[in-house]
């Protein structure tokens, strides 16, 4: 029998069922989600549907799982991604919410454990926290206060473990670590793809994404930037992984800006000249658009997370920064 572990399917119904068959798996062999198997994709509801009605298939709790159920306890707020995908379940949510809530959190198997987020070094898998098991960002900071190198380097277990959660390799190929730790996430959801891993085998199987969903479904269901916002999409916080590209896009736009103001101090001119002829002449090498006015924020020592999300105003427009950094990197 054969086992096939699907990395971060995130709604991707269609590309799921391309893996499956690529696979080539009999009716007697298992299919397993390492979980975040929900959110941002076009069809949640299908994929979660698959995993709680399949014969040998199963799930286990991912962030976004554990998310939608705890904020079902009020512990926390659903996030925008999470709210997208209630509004797709609609009448099946409560149903939904009962099957993520009873999705275990690892699965060890004889050849390999499988865990959706982290392991801690040095406890045993029956002590490991689920936080960090799950990979939440109280098990990030968890592991950050007590470690100074990421997890994978330290990983301890008796056998390989399988993980998804982050896109390790940052392409649309999976990450191996001293063939100890196989990362599966390869950001399907974004448009690179989704790869799974068949045991005992350890042979890796991938399908491209058909497109970049989670930018057709945060367009789909909000609303056009000229019209009125609904006041709960104007409540929606960013997504953490968007936090942390705003955070990179700050570093970039500190280091542009030292980069002019380097260039315009060696000129032994500048200094004598006015605050506004010196802001004319920076304005003339930072351009024109959103970046250059978080370049002019960072001149002024007031960029920051909070200014530049006022900038931005909403994630797409950082991910058009982004893409134009790469360009030009």
Not at 283 to 311: C, M, P, W
Request: charged residues 25%; contains cysteine; glycine residues 6%.
């Amino acid at each position: 029998m054969q086992t096939l572990v699907i990395g971060d399917i995130h709604g991707c119904y269609e590309e799921l069922q391309d893996l499956i068959q690529k696979a080539g798996l009999s009716e007697d062999d298992l299919i397993l989600s390492i979980g975040d198997c929900v959110d941002r994709g076009p069809d949640t509801p299908a994929v979660l549907r698959f995993f709680n009605e399949q014969k040998n298939s199963q799930l286990i709790m991912g962030n976004h799982e554990r998310k939608h159920v705890r904020a079902s306890r009020h512990e926390v707020k659903l996030s925008r991604s999470q709210i997208i995908s209630r509004m797709q379940f609609g009448d099946e949510y409560p149903k939904a919410l009962e099957f993520m809530g009873s999705l275990p959190l690892y699965f060890d198997l004889q050849e390999v454990l499988v865990v959706h987020g982290y392991f801690e070094p040095g406890v045993p898998l029956k002590q490991q926290l689920p936080p960090v098991l799950c990979g939440t960002m109280s098990g990030d900071k968890h592991l950050q206060d007590r470690y100074s190198r990421p997890w994978y380097e330290l990983y301890d277990g008796s056998k390989p473990i399988l993980v998804g959660h982050q896109n390790y390799s940052g392409t649309d190929q999976p990450f191996v670590y001293q063939d100890r730790v196989f990362g599966l996430d390869t950001d399907c959801v974004t448009g690179k793809s989704l790869t799974g891993l068949i045991l005992p085998s350890f042979r890796f199987v991938s399908v491209p994404s058909r497109a970049n969903h989670w930018l057709q479904v945060r367009r789909l269901y909000m609303p056009p930037a000229n019209s009125k916002p609904h006041p709960s999409w104007a409540e929606f916080p960013w997504e953490p992984s968007e936090l942390q590209e705003l955070r990179d896009v700050i570093t970039i736009i500190n280091r542009k800006a030292a980069e002019i103001m380097q260039t315009l101090l060696s000129d032994p001119v500048y200094a004598d000249l006015s605050t506004r002829k010196q802001a004319n002449l920076f304005s003339e090498r930072a351009g024109t658009g959103k970046d250059a006015t978080l370049l002019h924020l960072a001149r002024l020592g007031q960029l920051n997370e909070e200014s530049a999300r006022k900038v931005l105003k909403s994630p797409d427009k950082l991910k058009d920064l982004l893409s134009r950094f790469d360009r030009t990197e």
